[in-house]
Each structure stands twice: as C-alpha cells, then as structure tokens.
C-alpha cells in the first residue's frame, strides 16, 4: 500500500515558478518509477513527465525546457519544478505510480495574471 501526497500547488502569473511535491508513504518507492500527469475538465489526463528508478527522464512536448522532474530517495519524494508557466499549463496535477494502481489526490496549478 502507499500514499501519494502532492503539494505545491496555487496561482502564479505567466512567466512565474512553482515546485510540486509529491511525498510517498507506506513504502518506498525508491526503485520504482513515477510520473507526473495532469488533467483539465473536459480533457484527458496526460503524462507532463516522469522519471525511472534511476532517474531517467521523459518530457511531454509542451512541457520540454520548462518542467524538470527529479526525485530525492531518501526523503521518499519526487518533484516537478515549473518554469515559465503559462496559461495553458493551468490543470490539477497529480502524481502516479507507474505501473501501479496508486495515484495522489492532485493538486491545482492556476496560470493567470
């Protein structure tokens, strides 16, 4: 069993940052790989980014040169540091277990001025 636990979230303006925690309990996730996705009403969730077990990334195309995921083992945490937000990324974000049914309850990114 684990929980998933995000935070970070809130409104920033266009061009600003934010840094979503995603904190894991239960177990560690350590050699397990996690992605981060987000969802807007209407419209499928998708995969922003994820990160393997060690450490190998992947990007979502709209997201490349902005976002970096990264993730601190011993603190049983992953991260997504947002750069240069805009509009369109406002979305919940959520963090997924790959592979596994565990996901958090997400977390809201507004981008607006």
């Known amino acids: 069993q684990v929980q998933l636990v995000e935070s970070g979230g809130g409104l920033v303006q266009p061009g600003g940052s934010l840094r979503l925690s995603c904190a894991a309990s239960?177990?560690?996730?350590?050699?397990?790989?996690l992605g981060w996705y987000r969802q807007t009403p209407g419209k499928e969730r998708e995969l922003v980014a994820s990160?393997?077990?060690?450490?190998?990334?992947n990007y979502a195309d709209s997201v490349k040169g902005r976002f970096t995921v990264s993730r601190d083992n011993a603190k049983n945490t992953v991260y997504l540091q947002m750069n240069s937000l805009k509009p369109e990324d406002t979305s919940v974000y959520y963090c997924?277990?790959?592979?596994?049914?565990?996901w958090g309850q997400g977390t809201q990114v507004t981008v607006s001025s």
């Open positions: 997924h277990l790959l592979g596994y049914i565990y």
């Open positions: 239960g177990s560690a996730i350590r050699f397990k790989a």
């Open positions: 990160i393997s077990s060690g450490g190998v990334t």
